[in-house]
């Protein structure tokens, strides 16, 4: 287990009565230098789902990734402690790279349904002040080279729980909601982001919708969700 913060995590309340956030690595050994993922497991963000945690991480092993499981903190904690989280772990695995055999320039994120989101936030809201001012590091060192989303999380309209669950009670606008959506920072972002997205398990519906947001230079491929020859001649005028 390795810890995000020896001593002062940012937002801590003991009465959450959470463990601490950490990282447990998957460290292929073979002296090599191999790629890494963080992994993000969905839960609502009330809790972690346990199957979207180890066993992706033991398949990235197969694959020839290092892997790190991300236990990060959920409600009653908010959004500034969680995406806090994500990106510190981006931040403490790229610091010790060379220890873990890692190649620093290609630390990409894997996250599952409020996972999903967890990780595109990564790579649409990592440069935002508030999350600068917690966490201590230089500007970009947390940016994550790349993201898969597994039927992820990406708006309050569809995924009403999740945000729910993020906000915690606090009144925010619609416009601060919309900011925490990924459909619209993607588009609006995109040329700050990381460098691609891979859509997996989602309805076509919610693919679309995606598309229709983001930027021209989104890279999106989808593994699932396309059910039919007709729903495929769809995905194709979208440009994937």
């Known amino acids: 287990m390795i810890k995000l913060w020896e001593k002062d995590i940012p937002y801590y309340n003991a009465e959450h009565n959470q463990e601490e956030p950490c990282l447990t690595p998957f460290l292929l050994d073979d002296g090599k230098v191999h790629p890494c993922m963080i992994v ?77 989101h967890l990780a595109a936030s990564l790579g649409t809201m990592w440069d935002r002040k508030e999350i600068y001012d917690s966490i201590d590091m230089s500007y970009g060192y947390n940016k994550p080279t790349g993201m ?36 619209t920072q993607a588009g609006a972002d995109y040329i700050k982001t990381s460098t691609g997205f891979s859509v997996s398990g989602a309805t076509f519906d919610d693919i679309e919708l995606f598309s229709k947001h983001v930027g021209p230079n989104v890279k999106i491929k989808a593994a699932g969700g396309i059910k039919s020859f007709d729903d495929a001649e769809r995905f194709i005028s979208l440009g994937a």
């Not at 409600?75 to 790229?94: E, F, H, N, S």
């Open 148 to 183: 898969m989303l597994i039927y992820p999380v990406i708006s309050a309209e569809y995924h009403a729980k999740s945000f729910d669950n993020l906000f915690m009670g606090e009144k925010v606008s619609d416009e601060k909601v919309k900011m925490c959506e990924i459909v």
């Open 40 to 116: 993000l497991a969905g839960g609502g963000y009330d809790h972690r789902a346990e199957h979207e945690g180890a066993p992706i991480a033991k398949w990235l092993n197969t694959v020839g990734i290092n892997a790190f499981v991300l236990a990060y903190r959920f409600a009653p904690y908010t959004r500034r402690a969680i995406l806090g989280d994500a990106l510190r772990a981006v931040r403490v695995v790229r610091s010790r790279a060379e220890e873990f055999k890692i190649d620093p320039e290609k630390v990409g994120v894997i996250g599952f349904s409020a996972g999903g």
